[in-house]
């Protein structure tokens, strides 16, 4: 299953970012503040550009999507997706963010209701994230989504995931 990053949004212009785009990124997510008191490595250039191309065990660049929204020339979200991952016919968000300026207008609901419409278009059957232990934002948004806590919790070098999920059904594909 190969998705097309570009139908990724009724509203916006959808393509992947590539290393010459780092610097862009970057200057959004420095203002994620919350975002990094409960991740707690420092957003830089050159984290950025390992997040391009960081990929889980026994996945290829193939499978990752590291993606911007663009209204106009200005980055409005960025997601790292990667496909088929823990499992077939499952999708990975690693990673979302919603530019600082424009979070809580709804727009990264609408991004995130347009991009779960194609997967569910293109045959993925779940979505599966990690948030952040303790992060209320992060948390709040994907239930406020319909994701569910799965129970699972992986351990990293600052805290722990917890492993969110949500199965795509009917109405996952009726808002294209």
């Excluded at 499992?87 to 300026?101: K, L, M, Q, R, Y």
Aim: aromatic share 12%; with cysteine.
């Amino acid at each position: 299953m190969k998705i097309n990053v570009q139908q990724l949004s009724k509203q916006y212009k959808v393509r992947d970012l590539v290393p010459d785009d780092a610097l862009m990124v970057y200057e959004m997510l420095r203002y994620n503040t919350i975002f990094y008191q409960y991740h707690p490595s420092v957003v830089t250039v050159e984290s950025v550009l390992a997040d391009m191309k960081a990929l889980p065990p026994s996945k290829s660049g193939a499978d990752k999507h590291f993606i911007g929204f663009f209204n106009l020339s200005s980055l409005v979200a960025v997601m790292d997706l990667i496909e088929d991952y823990p499992s077939p016919h499952t999708a990975w968000i690693g990673f979302f963010s919603v530019n600082s300026h424009l979070q809580g207008s709804g727009i990264g609901t609408a991004i995130l209701s347009d991009c779960l419409c194609l997967l569910k278009q293109s045959g993925f059957q779940k979505v599966r994230l990690g948030v952040d232990k303790g992060n209320p934002q992060s948390s709040a948004f994907w239930i406020k989504n319909h994701f569910e806590w799965t129970g699972e919790e992986r351990l990293n070098d600052f805290s722990s995931y917890l492993l969110m999920e949500r199965t795509l059904g009917y109405s996952d594909v009726i808002s294209f």
